[in-house]
């Protein structure tokens, strides 16, 4: 069966609704991180019969394609400490794995009423504090660098292994708020990071088979373009643009964990 009998099996509406919505994630993960939170659901709305390791595996590719290319954009305009990339970027994958390994061991609600109330402090504090990621705050020694750069691997990786929405967002926030980044600087290396840590998680899924190819194909290529105009006007508009799309990415993940709590 060729690809046109794959996508003839779809509803024409649902291919571009899903195309939309990765669009929309890509351009959104290329600022801040937080693509997920907009795809994942998507895509398990319009394809309810997938089953998750399925849905996991079709967004892991989009995702992963969307943020290489934006990886690529920021690293254009942007110089990488590379030792510092390289620490955060090894302790992540490896905290990662730990913390996917202990999702079957642990509970992971009791995590996340605290989530809660902590994305709702980070929305406050951002929104009051207005030159937040907006200008350098910190001049640390490379070794209080990559120390910071270290933990921030271990805290962001353990979390996308244990719960993993919004991810990206923590990683730019990790970056502002420790290491005294903008949010240009911080979003490039969430980016680069990003790519890293899901490169195995990709190579599980696909190995197992699942994932829905040409509805993959569908959600890369959307999410691509998405990542590339997300990328661009991050570069374009700088920090004060960042800001107000992380403080929309934050609001969201409040309603994510609000909901998971409450309801």
Known sequence: MNLLELFAQHDTTILFIIAFASLFAGFIDAIVGGGGLIQFPAFMILFPNSS????????????????SIAAVQYAKRIKFNWKLLAITATSSFLFSFIGAK?????????????????????????????DFGTIPTKKL?????????????????????????????????????????????????????????????LYVFISQGNYIIEIALIMAVSNVIGSIIGSRMAILKGNEF??????????????????????
């Open 242 to 263: 960042i800001r107000k799309i992380f403080l929309f990415v934050v609001c969201i993940m409040i309603i994510r964990y609000g909901y998971d709590v409450w309801c």
């Open 102 to 130: 202990l999702v079957s061991i642990i509970n992971v609600n009791f995590l996340k009423p605290f989530i809660f109330f902590v994305l709702i402090a980070i929305a406050i504090y951002t929104f009051k504090k207005k």
């Open 141 to 201: 020694t490379e070794k209080k660098k990559y120390l910071f750069g270290l933990l921030l691997g271990i805290l962001i990786g353990f979390y996308d292994g244990f719960l993993g929405p919004g991810t990206g967002s923590f990683l730019v926030l990790g970056f502002v708020a420790l290491l005294g980044f903008e949010f240009l600087e911080a979003s490039a290396y969430a980016k680069v990071i990003n790519c890293v840590t899901n490169v195995s998680a």
């Open 52 to 67: 998750i390791p399925t849905a996991f595996g079709t967004n892991k590719i989009a995702g992963l394609s969307g943020t």
